[in-house]
């Protein structure tokens, strides 16, 4: 991804509430399905970290991206942002 795709995708994503909250339980294999279906929805998401969750935002970002096939957008404070293109054909795909 080019710095001016994720550039793109930041400033979509600055209008976006969070839909997901990551806590002490961590990332659990409903979770995963869960983010996995929001992505195949909408393509952009943004997870809120909460301060007792056990690991950093950054290495949580970074796990759900692996096991997504995701991107990590960017890691802006507590705040996670994802993109995956969904693979729906009648979706109106995000542009870059």
Known sequence: MTSKQRSHLKSIAANLDPIFQLGKGGISENMVKSISDALE???LIKINVLTNAEEDARSLA???????RAECVAVIGRKV????RSSRKDFKHIEF
Request: no cysteine.
């Open 62 to 68: 970074a796990e759900l991206a692996v096991t997504l």
């Open 41 to 43: 929805a909408r393509e």
């Open 81 to 84: 942002i994802l993109y995956r």
